[in-house]
């Protein structure tokens, strides 16, 4: 197939892709909307009991730790905020509507998932480190955790085109995303974003989703996030911390850290962190992904 029909191929198999339930497409519909209260939300998780009770079952697991068992969504809303609670919600409808692949491939997904839990450990804890607001921190949790999502459309649905990829990065050290644009004509970003647009996920999302790797071409005012993600993605890189297909480690914009004002104490620090929390979030993923 050429890389132009493949491209094509792309697009068409994204409108293949399950769009998300009518509860998860109006959780994304309130976390898009900042004037969102706790009451419309707490209505909104509890008229799907399933949806109610992954969220509520995520809440009680390890990555949250609490001291106390929640039983309802308006007492996590107290408890955590509401901006936790909704981007639990909107991971957990998400997580749970990847089919698996049309056919077996090389692409470890268990992998994948563990580099995608590290980025959103690692973007969370350089958030922290940056005094964001802690109703803040799991949005840069979910966007790291989601960055790169469109390598999962190449691998359920150009699982021949995605392991050319694959054996591309492994043979000539070409980052995957050269390694697509020569195979598929187009990279996972630029899939990704196509996905989350027909999901409708909100914007700083999606341009962390196109822009992970090029932080400086996103929204001005979603910079700071996609930097942030940048970042985190490429300290999993560094640590080995799961694998997401690239045997590369895209070069760090030398802006970012600077910008951000992070220095490389404040790195070691996060990285000494990093371990044992990816192994707290990895328990996160296990239960989100329950059906």
């Not at 109006?26 to 707490?42: E, F, G």
């Not at 980025?119 to 955790?145: H, I, P, Q, T, Y």
């Not at 999606?206 to 993600?229: F, G, S, W």
Request: neutral net charge; glycine residues 6%; contains cysteine.
């Amino acid at each position: 197939m050429s890389k132009e029909r493949s491209a094509v191929e792309v697009i068409r198999c994204i409108d293949k892709m399950p769009t998300l339930s009518t509860t998860a497409g109006k959780v994304v519909q309130i976390a898009n909307d900042p004037a969102t209260d706790a009451r419309q939300v707490s209505k909104v998780i509890q008229m799907d009991p399933v949806l109610t009770g992954r969220v509520l079952r995520l809440l009680n697991s390890a990555y949250f730790a609490l001291p106390e068992k929640i039983s309802s969504v308006t007492r996590a809303i107290v408890m955590l905020g509401l901006n936790t609670v909704k981007n639990l919600a909107l991971s957990t409808s998400i997580l749970t509507n990847f089919p698996p692949p049309e056919v077996k491939t090389n692409f470890d997904t268990n992998l994948f998932w563990e580099h995608s839990v590290g980025s959103g450990v690692a973007s969370k804890l350089l958030a922290n480190k940056l005094g964001m607001d802690r109703n803040a921190l799991e949005e840069f949790f979910v966007a790291g955790l989601l960055h790169d999502t469109g390598k999962l459309v190449f691998n359920q649905f150009l699982s021949k085109e995605f392991s050319m990829v694959l054996k591309l990065v492994e043979e000539k050290a070409l980052s995957i995303s050269e390694a697509e644009t020569m195979v598929i004509g187009m990279t996972h970003s630029e899939a990704g974003k196509l996905l989350g647009e027909k999901w409708n996920l909100p914007n700083p999302i999606l341009d962390v989703i196109r822009y992970h790797h090029d932080p400086y071409n996103a929204e001005i005012k979603y910079q700071r996030v996609t930097r942030v993600v940048h970042l985190g993605d490429i300290l999993c890189k560094s640590k080995n911390i799961g694998y997401s297909g690239d045997k590369v480690i895209t070069n760090l914009d030398l802006r970012v850290m600077e910008d951000l004002k992070i220095t490389k104490n404040d790195l070691e620090g996060i990285l000494g962190e990093l371990k044992q929390e990816v192994e707290k979030a990895s328990l996160f993923i296990k239960e989100a992904q329950k059906k």
